[in-house]
């Protein structure tokens, strides 16, 4: 069975520092998907970033980007700049590529992580 | 553009009591699912669909079942619902894996109590 383990429950930063997220997770299987999503009080689950687990390139979106490292299953976020608006629960996830259909996803815990002005 | 839609948004039980979670997807996705979450634990999956006609337990499907009516629609029901139930409850929807995007589109959720 895949695990995700996010290890910092909460973290704290000043507006327009850069703070780093992290994330390790468990499996056997070579093809899968790795993402972290954000879910701020409304409550809506909002896709940040994806990776492909056979793309050694890291993924970046605008503020957002990710160091892969695959050998060590480690799948940290960055986020540069940070805003006040970045205050939510972030989760990662993972999600085995089946080919027959999607498995539903794995996730960690998540980490609260409130932008302080 | 409605995406995943679930009704209802807030619901209080007794125990005891049975209800049916709806979910829709409009965006002709294949994959479906239901999850639960609980503070501090994440979201967890109880059941998924992963096509027309087939579905599958989870990681915490005791309680629940699930019937995938057509391709849009994938409810969630509680047949007597138990305090251990209190939670808040997602559905979700995505492409089949096979081609090869499996983001998941998720529903604003359901807050659920058992009193």
């Known amino acids: 069975a895949q695990t995700v383990t996010q290890s910092q429950p909460e973290m704290s930063v000043q507006e327009a520092e850069t703070v780093t997220l992290s994330c390790t997770y468990d499996t056997s299987e070579n093809n899968y998907y790795l993402f972290w999503y954000k879910q701020p009080p409304s409550r809506q689950m909002i896709l940040v970033i994806r990776?492909?687990?056979?793309?050694?390139q890291n993924a970046t979106e605008n503020r957002f980007s990710v160091n892969f490292q695959k050998a060590a299953k480690s799948f940290s976020l960055k986020i540069s700049d940070s805003q006040l608006g970045d205050t939510a629960m972030y989760f990662c996830a993972f999600v085995q590529y089946s080919g027959g259909g999607a498995d539903g996803l794995t996730f960690g815990k998540g980490t609260h992580l409130i932008i302080q002005p | 553009n409605a995406g995943v839609t679930q009704t209802p948004k807030f619901q209080v039980l007794k125990t005891g009591q049975s209800m049916t979670l709806q979910c829709a997807q409009d965006?002709?996705?294949?994959?479906m699912y239901w999850y639960r979450q609980d503070p501090g634990m994440g979201l967890r999956l109880i059941y998924y669909s992963a096509s027309e006609g087939t579905t599958d337990k989870g990681e915490v499907p005791n309680g629940y079942n699930v019937s995938r009516l057509n391709k849009r629609e994938f409810s969630l029901r509680l047949e007597s619902a138990a305090p251990s139930q209190t939670s808040v409850y997602f559905c979700a929807s995505s492409v089949t894996a096979g081609a090869g995007n499996t983001e998941a589109f998720f529903g604003q959720g359901t807050r659920l109590t058992v009193v």
């Open positions: 990776q492909e687990a056979y793309k050694q």
């Open positions: 965006m002709n996705h294949n994959s």
